[in-house]
Each structure stands twice: as structure tokens, then as C-alpha cells.
């Protein structure tokens, strides 16, 4: 699984802590990892390091964003939040398929964010040969079904395995659906929950998760082909950091947990704890329609790959550098910073994503 790092210090995007990066590491389960840079560098010196060159390869395998319909997002609560922290989160899905020109919509937005991810699927359709054949489509993202799961009945300690097991029982009973469409069941833990490598070596994580074994042969919907004894279902977590580790897992709303205590940006929701989030949610959810089942796009070793928004770490807008996020948009009331517009006068920070068609980090900042 590969999974969402938390904001150490380190340059290589693995565990090995170097120089004030966070970095991926893939679990058994295949996710993304997300990379916070700390704050702290200056711009004198932040120029002078060199990145190293970022190209996601295509691995042949099926996008959970080439089915027409829709992509549903399912979410799983686990533990306590508030209605207003359930509000923020589903009105960051609902933006991710709003059309940039819309009525009552602003630029730059989420949904053009998002839309850098059905960019994915004209480039792995020409990356096929003539005799696999592929859909132009794209599925819009949408906000699924929801359930609250107050009653700890997993306990507040879990461990990674536990992720899978809410996913499966929350199928199981009724209360999700099984793919009715192409679908990701987002498990979010609240801040008094904690989860195996919380913290320490995530974020938060995708992976897939098979539900169907011992059945007979079927035609997977998701995977696009026969399946002899599995149906893969993407599944993903992000927990909440904010009395955990906000400098790791909240970074640029908090200040980092290593190098020069640089002051942190305001939260554009007032909620240091759930606008971080939204950029673990966005990385992850990149991540698992772009390389759902580890042979999609990624870079590097399968088992600790570099996905679409982790591949560029710590960049939210123009001239950002290690402990800079970039030039960001600021609100003349409450100073906060931001560079999407969502649903309702929302406004997110959400991290830059590889463009397949420049091969290079984009941001919605330009």
C-alpha cells in the first residue's frame, strides 16, 4: 500500500529521512504516498536545488477514470466529527465535478484541478497498441453514500488491516453499495483514532481490496476483463492530524515539525485539522483513479511508487520550493490561503498534480 507520508525531512521520496522532505512508501495493499515539505528554506537557497526529473510511466493497466458514468466516492466516518467537518469534506467531493464554466463558479477551481486526471486517459490510450482498445470517456467524480460510525466498535487503535475490514463490513451489511459504478470507499478517521504508521510513515494510503474471492469467474466492471476469483475494490484512507501530528500530516496550515518554525498559512475552512486533510484526500484519491490496482501511472518500484500528486511534493503554487508552498491566493477577510474554488463559496488548498500532457507538475495557481 502505498502510502501518504507524513511531512519528515527527507529528499528521496522513501522513509530514509535526508533533508526536510517526507517521502512514499508503498504497503501491501498498493497506495499513494503524499510528501509535505516543511517550511523554512530560503528562496536564495531553495533555487538552488535541483529536482530530479518526474515522468509517470504507464503500466497497461485500467484508470478508474475511463469509465463513462460516474466515480463514486464513498465515505466511511470513523469516529467523531463534527456536521461542520462532514460538510467541508463532502463539499470538496461535490466541487471535484463542478464545471469550471458554470454559472456560479470561480477560477482557478477544483473541478479543473481534478480534470488534470482525464488527461490520464488520452495519454494511456495512446499508449496502447491498436489491438487493446480503450474509451475516450471520462467518469465524473460524485459525492456517494455516506455512513457514521461513531461507536468505535474497531476501537480508537487500528491497525491497517482494520481499514480494509470497515470497507468490507460497511459492504457487507447494505450500508455501501458494491460497485454500482466505478467506485472509492474513503475510509476518514477522526484525531482521537489512531492507525498503524500514523504519523510515523503516512498521511494516509490507497490500496484495493478483494471482496469476491471464492466466486465463480465474472466480468469485473472495474478491472475491465475476466477475473477468475477476484473483483478489486480501491479503497483509501486519511486520518486526522490535528492533536497527533499537524506538522507532519498538516503542513503548510501548521508549522512543520522539523526546520526554521516559519509561520503556518490560515486554513481558508478555520479547521487546521480538515483543511489538511483535503490535501491527503486529494493526493489519495489522485492516486487510486490513476493507478487504482499498482499498473497504472507511476514512477519507480511498483511497491513504493510515485503517483500523481506525489510525485511532486510540497508545490501548491507558482515558485514554490522546499518549506514554500508557492504563490497562493489570500482571502481580504480572514487572510486565509487558498487556490480552489469549490461548491457554495468553498474555498481548498489542493496539491499540484503531474500534467501527462506537459510532463510536468501543474498547479491551479499559475
Known amino acids: 500500500m502505498a502510502a501518504l507520508r507524513p511531512q519528515t525531512s527527507a529528499k528521496f521520496f522513501h522513509i530514509v529521512i535526508l533533508s526536510m522532505i517526507a517521502a512514499n512508501i508503498s504497503m501491501s495493499f498498493s497506495a499513494t504516498a503524499h510528501v509535505i515539505r516543511p517550511a523554512g528554506h530560503s528562496r536564495k537557497l531553495g533555487s538552488l536545488i535541483e529536482e530530479p526529473e518526474v515522468v509517470l510511466t504507464y503500466h497497461n493497466g485500467p484508470l478508474l477514470t475511463s469509465k463513462p458514468g460516474s466515480l463514486d466516492v464513498h465515505l466511511i466516518w470513523y469516529g467523531k466529527f463534527t456536521p461542520a467537518q462532514r460538510s467541508i469534506v463532502g463539499d470538496f467531493l461535490?466541487?471535484?465535478?463542478?464545471?469550471?464554466?458554470?454559472?456560479?463558479?470561480?477560477?482557478?477551481?477544483?473541478?479543473?484541478?481534478?480534470?488534470?486526471?482525464?488527461k490520464y486517459?488520452?495519454?494511456?490510450?495512446?499508449?496502447?497498441?491498436?489491438?487493446?482498445?480503450?474509451?475516450?470517456?471520462?467518469?465524473?467524480?460524485?459525492?456517494?453514500?455516506q455512513v457514521v460510525e461513531q461507536g468505535y466498535f474497531l476501537g480508537n487503535s487500528l491497525k491497517r488491516a482494520d481499514i480494509a475490514a470497515l470497507v468490507e463490513a460497511a459492504i457487507k451489511s447494505g450500508a455501501l453499495p458494491l460497485l454500482e459504478n466505478n467506485a472509492v470507499y474513503l475510509v476518514l478517521t477522526s484525531e482521537d483514532v489512531t492507525v498503524e504508521g500514523?504519523?510515523?510513515?503516512?498521511?494516509?494510503?490507497?490500496?484495493?481490496?478483494?471482496?469476491?474471492?471464492?466466486?465463480?469467474p465474472t466480468k469485473s466492471r472495474m478491472m475491465g476483463k475476466k477475473e477468475k476469483h477476484q473483483q478489486l475494490l480501491p479503497y483509501a484512507w486519511v486520518g486526522n492530524s490535528a492533536s497527533q501530528c499537524p506538522g507532519q500530516c498538516a503542513w503548510?496550515?501548521?508549522?512543520?515539525?522539523?526546520?526554521?518554525?516559519?509561520?503556518p498559512l490560515v486554513a481558508p475552512n478555520g479547521d487546521m485539522g480538515i483543511d489538511g486533510m483535503i490535501i491527503n484526500i486529494a493526493t489519495v484519491l489522485a492516486g487510486a483513479v490513476t493507478n487504482p490496482f499498482n499498473t497504472g501511472y507511476f514512477q519507480g518500484d511498483a511497491a513504493a511508487p510515485l503517483e500523481a500528486v506525489s510525485a511532486c511534493?510540497?508545490?501548491?503554487?507558482?515558485?514554490?520550493?522546499?518549506?514554500?508552498?508557492?504563490?497562493?491566493?489570500?482571502?481580504?477577510?480572514?487572510?486565509?490561503?487558498?487556490?480552489?474554488?469549490?461548491?457554495?463559496?468553498?474555498?481548498?488548498?489542493v496539491p499540484?498534480?503531474?500534467?501527462?500532457?506537459?510532463?510536468?507538475?501543474?498547479?491551479?495557481?499559475?
Open 252 to 263: 503548510p496550515f501548521h508549522q512543520p515539525i522539523y526546520g526554521p518554525q516559519t509561520p
Open 352 to 366: 499540484a498534480m503531474w500534467d501527462p500532457a506537459t510532463n510536468s507538475c501543474k498547479t491551479v495557481v499559475v
Open 198 to 216: 500514523f504519523c510515523m510513515s503516512s498521511c494516509g494510503f490507497h490500496g484495493s481490496l478483494d471482496l469476491l474471492s471464492n466466486q465463480k
Open 94 to 118: 461535490q466541487s471535484l465535478s463542478l464545471r469550471a464554466e458554470g454559472a456560479e463558479s470561480k477560477k482557478p477551481s477544483v473541478s479543473a484541478w481534478w480534470n488534470t486526471t482525464h
Open 313 to 349: 511534493p510540497g508545490i501548491y503554487g507558482r515558485g514554490a520550493y522546499p518549506g514554500f508552498p508557492g504563490e497562493l491566493l489570500v482571502d481580504e477577510t480572514s487572510g486565509a490561503s487558498y487556490n480552489a474554488h469549490g461548491l457554495d463559496g468553498r474555498k481548498f488548498l
Open 121 to 145: 486517459n488520452k495519454s494511456a490510450k495512446a499508449s496502447l497498441s491498436s489491438a487493446i482498445t480503450t474509451t475516450a470517456s471520462n467518469s465524473i467524480a460524485m459525492l456517494g453514500k
